[in-house]
C-alpha cells in the first residue's frame, strides 16, 4: 500500500543528522565522566552506590539510540516508497518494526544494566506473551488480518472494489486501512467500516488492480417480445452501446450484447458493459437504456416484453418508424393528426456503409430522418480533404435547412454504416404548412435556435436578438419557398 509521508512521523534531514550527532556527542560524555562511551560499561543498577548523572545518561542513551534507529528506518521507508511503484511498504508494517525497534533495545538496556541475565527475562516474557496473547486475541487477529491485506498488497487506498454478496453487487472506494478495520465509501458517499477479519472473508474485486485500461465490467439483462427479430435487435442495441460510449466519458469501448434466453414470448438479452467505478450502476444501465429506447422509437421496434398487440401494427413498417420517432426532430410540432397523414407519403431509403447520402450544394428538397445505423458529416479542410465533423446517430434529422427553406446543401453526408432513412420532402410537408400556417413559425423558431447553437456571441442579449432575427429571416425563406410570398 502506498504509505503517504504525511502519516508516517519523520524528522527533517537536518534534524536527523542532529539526532545522530547528538548520539556521539552523548557517548563522548560519557567516556569523559565514567571512562566508557558505552552506558552498560559506565553503570550498573544493581549496585547499591549510584551516580544519578551516569545512570540517567545511560538511560537516555538506550531510549536515543532506539530513536534514532527508528528514524532511520523510517527514512529509508519514506525513500523506498517513493522511487518504487510496486513495492510499497504498509504503514502498519512501520509500525510494527518502530514497536520492535523500541522493545528490543528496552529488553537489551534492562539485561545490560540491570539483570545480566537473559534466561530469566525471557522466561518471564513468554510467561507473560502467552497471557497477553489470550486476553488481546481479537485484536491480534485484526492486526494480523490488517498486515495480510497490506502487505499482500490487496487493496490501496483510493482503490474501487466490487462486493457480491446474496446476488446483488455493490461498489466502494477504499478511503483507509488501519490496524482494526477497513473504511469504505460507496458512490453515494456513504462510509461503511468493516473489520479486517471479515474484510477478507468478504467475495470481492479489487477494479483498481486490473489490466491496465480495465475498468468496472457490468451487466444486465433486457426482455423484449419474441416477435422482434433478434439479429436486428442486436445490430441496433451494439449501435446503442456504440453511441453511449462515444458520447459519455465514464464508458470504456469494451462491451456485448448477446441472447440470453427465451421464456413465455419474451426474449432476454444480456448487455455487458465498461465504466468507471465511480458511476453508479443504475445511473449507467439508465444512461444504456435511454439510448435503447431512443434508437428502438427511431427504428420502429416493439418495446412491448410480452406478445402483444402491437398498438400501430395496422401500419406499415414506415408509418411505424415515423410514428415512434417524430417527437426526437422538428417534426414534433406536428400534431398526431398530422404526423399519421405525413407517415402515409414518405418514403424509406435503405443505404450501404460509405454510400454518399447528400452531396455539398446540391439544390435538393428533402430531409432524412435516421431510423438505423449512423451517418458521418464531412467538410473540406484547406487541402479539400473530406474531414468528419459530426456523427448522426438514430432519431437525429439532417437537411431540415434545405427541405424548409430551398437552401443549398452545406456539407457532404455519407453512411457510416449500413442505414435506413425516412425521407420526408418539401412535397409531403407542404400541405401541412397549408392547413397551419402557424407551423412556419414555430420551424423557423427551432432551426434559428440550432443555428445559434453552432454560433458564438459575446452576450446573452446578443444571442437572443441574433435568434430573432435569424428566425424571422427563415421565416421570410420558407413562406417564399413555399407558398411564394414575401
Not at 525497534?101 to 534492562?110: D, E, H, N, Q, T
Request: hydrophobic share 45%.
Amino acid at each position: 500500500m502506498s504509505v503517504p509521508n504525511f502519516r508516517i512521523f519523520l524528522l527533517p534531514k537536518a534534524l536527523l543528522w542532529l539526532v545522530i550527532a547528538l548520539n556521539f556527542g552523548l557517548m563522548f560524555l560519557l567516556d569523559k565522566l565514567a571512562g566508557s562511551p558505552w552506558s552498560w560499561h559506565a553503570s550498573d543498577f544493581e549496585k547499591e552506590s549510584m551516580n544519578l548523572l551516569v545512570d540517567g545518561l545511560a538511560i537516555f542513551q538506550f531510549v536515543l539510540l532506539a530513536f534514532t534507529i527508528d528514524q532511520i528506518m523510517r527514512f529509508g521507508v519514506v525513500r523506498h516508497n517513493k522511487h518504487t511503484e510496486k513495492t510499497h511498504v504498509p504503514a502498519i508494517i512501520i509500525q510494527l518494526i518502530s514497536v520492535l525497534i523500541y522493545s528490543v533495545f528496552a529488553l537489551v538496556a534492562y539485561v545490560l544494566l540491570y539483570d545480566h541475565n537473559f534466561t530469566h527475562l525471557l522466561a518471564s516474557i513468554g510467561a507473560l506473551s502467552v497471557g497477553l496473547a489470550y486476553i488481546f486475541r481479537d485484536l491480534i487477529g485484526e492486526v494480523v488480518s490488517s498486515i495480510t491485506i497490506q502487505a499482500d498488497r490487496l487493496v490501496s487506498i483510493d482503490d474501487w472494489i466490487e462486493v457480491s454478496h446474496d446476488g446483488a453487487t455493490e461498489y466502494f472506494q477504499v478511503k483507509e486501512i488501519d490496524y482494526r478495520m477497513v473504511v469504505l465509501k460507496n458512490s453515494k458517499g456513504l462510509v461503511k467500516r468493516i473489520h479486517n477479519q471479515k474484510f477478507l472473508a468478504l467475495n470481492y474485486i479489487n477494479l483498481s488492480k486490473q489490466e491496465a485500461g480495465v475498468w468496472s465490467r457490468r451487466k444486465f439483462e433486457y426482455q423484449l417480445t419474441a416477435r422482434n427479430n433478434p439479429e436486428r435487435i442486436l445490430a441496433i442495441m451494439e449501435l446503442a452501446l456504440t453511441h453511449v460510449i462515444a458520447n459519455n466519458p465514464e464508458f470504456k469501448p469494451w462491451h456485448s450484447c448477446r441472447l440470453a434466453g427465451l421464456q413465455e414470448g419474451a426474449i432476454t438479452y444480456l448487455i455487458k458493459y465498461e465504466c468507471l467505478p465511480s458511476l453508479v450502476t443504475w445511473r449507467a444501465q439508465s444512461i444504456i437504456l435511454l439510448c435503447f429506447v431512443r434508437f428502438f422509437k427511431a427504428a420502429g421496434v416493439n418495446l412491448n416484453r410480452l406478445e402483444a398487440q402491437h398498438p400501430l401494427e395496422n401500419f406499415t413498417d414506415t408509418e411505424n418508424r415515423l410514428l415512434d420517432s417524430y417527437d426526437l426532430g422538428i417534426l414534433k410540432l406536428l400534431s398526431n393528426d398530422e404526423i399519421s397523414t405525413l407517415a402515409k407519403a414518405i418514403k424509406t431509403k435503405y443505404c450501404y456503409a460509405g454510400q454518399p447520402i447528400i452531396q455539398k450544394g446540391a439544390e435538393e428538397d428533402w430531409m432524412y430522418i435516421i431510423s438505423e445505423g449512423t451517418l458521418e458529416v464531412k467538410i473540406p479542410d484547406k487541402s479539400g480533404e473530406l474531414k468528419v465533423v459530426a456523427t448522426l446517430w438514430p432519431g437525429d434529422f439532417v437537411g431540415e435547412m434545405s427541405m424548409l427553406t430551398g437552401a443549398v446543401r452545406s456539407a457532404d453526408v455519407f453512411a457510416k454504416t449500413n442505414a435506413i432513412l425516412l425521407e420526408v420532402s418539401k412535397e409531403n410537408i407542404a400541405p401541412l404548412l397549408d392547413s397551419n400556417p402557424d407551423l412556419v413559425k414555430q420551424f423557423s423558431d427551432v432551426l434559428a435556435q440550432r443555428q445559434a447553437q453552432n454560433e458564438t456571441f459575446a452576450t446573452q442579449d446578443g444571442k437572443d436578438n441574433t435568434i430573432i432575427t435569424a428566425s424571422k429571416s427563415i421565416t421570410a425563406k420558407i413562406l417564399q419557398f413555399f407558398l411564394k410570398k414575401k
